[in-house]
T-cell receptor, first 117, second 114 residues
Framework: AQSVTQLGSHVSVSEGALVLLRCNYS??????LFWYVQYPNQGLQLLLK??????LVKGINGFEAEFKKSETSFHLTKPSAHMSDAAEYFC???????????????FGTGTQLKVEL | DGGITQSPKYLFRKEGQNVTLSCEQN?????MYWYRQDPGQGLRLIYY???????QKGDIAEGYSVSREKKESFPLTVTSAQKNPTAFYLC?????????????FGPGTRLLVL
C-alpha cells in the first residue's frame, strides 16, 4: 500500500527565507505526486503535480518541487517566503494505472507553515 | 463561475441522528470524492464515485453512506453508526478517472456533535 511521510508537522521560517517542506513516499513504481495547500477552514488547492517528464515541477505562487526517484522524495521549495504563504501543506500520491491505483489519492499528515516577520 | 459547493458550512448532530452533507459541482466532472480531515491525520477517503449510479468504499466507509443519482451531486450521509463523526468533511471532483487527474476541492463542512 502507498504511504506518504511529511517530516515536520510544523515548520517556521522568517519572511524572505527559503521554504523547504519535505515529502517522502513509498511505492514499488514511481507514482504520480501532488502538493496541495489549505488555508484555515477552507478546501485544498493544487500547488503543483508531477506525472511524467521533467522532474522539476513549477507551480503557483512561486513554489516548485523536484521528483527524486533514488530518494523517493518530492520536496516542496520556495526561494523567498511571504506572509501569505502561511498555511497547511499536504503531499499526496496516486498509483499509476498499471498498479491499479485508479484515481485514489493517499495524503500525508500535513505540514503547517508559519512565516514570521 | 464553475466550482464545487458544499453545504452547510457548519452542521450539528445529535446523538442517534443521521445527517446529510451536500456536495454539488458544475464543472461537468465525472468523478467525485468524500474525505474526512482530522487534526494531525491528513485526509482520509470515505467514498468515491467514478460515474453516475456507481460508487466505491474508501478507507473509512463504515458509518457513512452516499448516492450518485446525478452527475453534479454526491451527498454524504453520516449515520448514527458513526460513533466519532466530529471532523471537517471535504468533497472533491476530478474530470476523469485517471491517476493523473487533479482533484478539485470544495470549501468543506465542519460537523460537530451536540
Amino acid at each position: 500500500a502507498q504511504s506518504v511521510t511529511q517530516l515536520g508537522s510544523h515548520v517556521s521560517v522568517s519572511e524572505g527565507a527559503l521554504v523547504l517542506l519535505r515529502c517522502n513516499y513509498s511505492s514499488s513504481v514511481p507514482p504520480y505526486l501532488f502538493w496541495y495547500v489549505q488555508y484555515p477552514n477552507q478546501g485544498l488547492q493544487l500547488l503543483l503535480k508531477y506525472t511524467t517528464g521533467a522532474t522539476l515541477v513549477k507551480g503557483i505562487n512561486g513554489f516548485e518541487a523536484e521528483f527524486k526517484k533514488s530518494e523517493t522524495s518530492f520536496h516542496l521549495t520556495k526561494p523567498s517566503a511571504h506572509m501569505s504563504d502561511a498555511a497547511e501543506y499536504f503531499c499526496a500520491v496516486s498509483d499509476p494505472p498499471w498498479e491499479g491505483g485508479g484515481n485514489k489519492l493517499t495524503f500525508g499528515t500535513g505540514t503547517q507553515l508559519k512565516v514570521e516577520l | 463561475d464553475g466550482g464545487i459547493t458544499q453545504s452547510p458550512k457548519y452542521l450539528f448532530r445529535k446523538e442517534g441522528q443521521n445527517v446529510t452533507l451536500s456536495c454539488e459541482q458544475n464543472l461537468n466532472h465525472d468523478a467525485m470524492y468524500w474525505y474526512r480531515q482530522d487534526p494531525g491525520q491528513g485526509l482520509r477517503l470515505i467514498y468515491y464515485s467514478q460515474i453516475v449510479n456507481d460508487f466505491q468504499k474508501g478507507d473509512i466507509a463504515e458509518g457513512y453512506s452516499v448516492s450518485r443519482e446525478k452527475k453534479e451531486s454526491f451527498p454524504l450521509t453520516v449515520t448514527s453508526a458513526q460513533k466519532n463523526p466530529t471532523a471537517f468533511y471535504l468533497c472533491a471532483s476530478s474530470p476523469g478517472q485517471g491517476a493523473k487527474e487533479t482533484q478539485y476541492f470544495g470549501p468543506g463542512t465542519r460537523l460537530l456533535v451536540l
